[in-house]
């Protein structure tokens, strides 16, 4: 039936005889040996990759066929691969790879960084309204309702729950009740100036937590002495009151 057919394929993919072997080795030899022997520097090549593949082949080469049978296998170039200096030239290649490397990823990271840092300069001097919400009451106006006679901030009209933001970019550096001031955050600057947030409804934030510009931290309301809901907004400077104005949006 057909395993006749079977067998006469199976006899044509039979292996092929030691002589084959031995010839496609000897090619594969004399290949070698004339990749090795051509570059009169071999031992001074800036690529080591082949100096190592070529050592393993020849090293098999020598092994398996004996050596009267490929004399042509026994060359100076084999000699020159344990070539004093040439392992050692390798690691430096090595090296000198690697620190070239190291290198280029510390300059894209420094890159990086520098980018951020100018990023984050430009940001801390952004600023905004911190109640989205139009002036009610300006600062410095005088009157029997305020304790000091007149008013120390700003009065930003707004609805009770509105959101309130904050200012520039800073560090929360108190939050709580003050009297008069009712729920209050204040938040350093990195200007060293300090911007004060009463009678919220809600406090968002902690004292030591980082605030981004315009990051909601709480919400209008009408806590301490307040006449309805709104947001008082104060900027201090070591502890003095300064017109919020000119550090919101450079005038009175
Ligand atoms: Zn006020």
Known sequence: MTSGKVKDKMLKLKAPNNRWISGSILVIAIGLTIAMTLPSN????????V??????EVSVANKDIGAAD???????????LGAPGTEEKIQKFKAQAADLAAK???RIAAEKEKKAAERRALRAKYTVNPARARISVGYGRRGRIWDLGWHTG???NGNYGDSV???RVGRVIFTGWRPAYGRTIEVRHLDGVVTRYAHLSRIRVVAGQEVDVGERI???GASGKAFGAHL???TLVNGNYKNPGIWLWGND
């Open 218 to 220: 709480g919400n209008i």
């Open 51 to 56: 100096v190592a593949d070529a050592s393993l």
């Open 70 to 80: 490929l004399p042509i296998v026994e060359t100076p170039a084999a000699a020159k």
């Open 154 to 156: 700003i009065d930003f």
């Open 104 to 106: 280029e990823v510390a």
């Open 232 to 234: 008082h907004f104060e």
């Open 165 to 167: 933001f904050a200012a």
């Open 42 to 49: 071999f031992a001074g090549s800036s690529d080591p990759v």
